[in-house]
T-cell receptor
Framework: AQSVTQLDSHVSVSEGTPVLLRCNYS??????LFWYVQHPNKGLQLLLK??????LVKGINGFEAEFKKSETSFHLTKPSAHMSDAAEYFC??????????????FGTGTRLQVTL | NAGVTQTPKFQVLKTGQSMTLQCAQD?????MYWYRQDPGMGLRLIYY???????DKGEVPNGYNVSRLNKREFSLRLESAAPSQTSVYFC??????????????FGAGTRLSVL
């Protein structure tokens, strides 16, 4: 079994300040972890993924995340927020494969608001 | 450069009506998925197809049927729509190869309202 908990449903930051979106996971398998972003009325876009290689993962648009097995966490960070970062962010775990399909478990999402 | 294409983008149904949501991918992926997204609940898997010719239930399959028409296309059917099926529906696909098989690529979604 696997699960994901996003610790904040809403985060508000000022433009130019750091972003921290928190995610904890639970998995019976060696997990793959992802962050997806969803802009208003759009589909989901992959930001970055962790698949048991380097624990610090760099993604698109300046985002990065660190896999910490001891803390079962995969927090998303960005040094300096931009207005265009305002969106919904989903932490996702995949660790259970049935046949050749992978099953993703989504967190409930964190809405990031960026203010001037 | 289309990726995953869903049609229609919006739909309004009356209770009891039926409809089919269409999904096609042009990435030669083996696996395809249907999710629904409801406020505060993230995405939940309805059905998936590991490969052409196979389909399996996900977390919330009741009230839905699917067809994997060929490798490219995976449709979702609501036989008798209910207000509880008002949601945003996303189709996704993934490859079959090493860790890449865990990356799913999403369509833009279908916004469905059932009155």
């Amino acid at each position: 079994a696997q699960s994901v908990t996003q610790l904040d449903s809403h985060v508000s930051v000022s433009e130019g300040t750091p972003v921290l979106l928190r995610c904890n996971y639970s998995s019976s398998y060696s997990p793959s972890l992802f962050w997806y972003v969803q802009h208003p009325n759009k589909g989901l876009q992959l930001l970055l993924k962790y698949t048991s290689a380097a624990t610090l993962v760099k993604g698109i648009n300046g985002f990065e995340a660190e896999f910490k097995k001891s803390e079962t966490s995969f927090h998303l960070t960005k040094p300096s927020a931009h207005m265009s970062d305002a969106a919904e962010y989903f932490c996702v775990v995949s660790g259970s494969n049935t046949g050749t399909a992978s099953k993703l478990t989504f967190g409930t999402g964190t809405r990031l608001q960026v203010t001037l | 450069n289309a990726g995953v294409t869903q049609t229609p983008k919006f739909q309004v149904l009356k209770t009891g009506q039926s409809m089919t949501l269409q999904c096609a991918q042009d990435m030669n992926h083996n696996s395809m998925y249907w999710y629904r997204q409801d406020p505060g609940m993230g995405l939940r898997l309805i059905y998936y197809s590991a490969s052409e010719g196979t389909t399996d239930k996900g977390e919330v399959p009741n009230g839905y049927n699917v067809s994997r028409l060929n490798k490219r296309e995976f449709s979702l059917r609501l036989e008798s729509a209910a207000p509880s099926q008002t949601s945003v529906y996303f189709c996704a696909s993934s490859e079959l190869a090493g860790v890449a098989k865990n990356i799913q690529y999403f369509g833009a979604g279908t916004r469905l309202s059932v009155l």
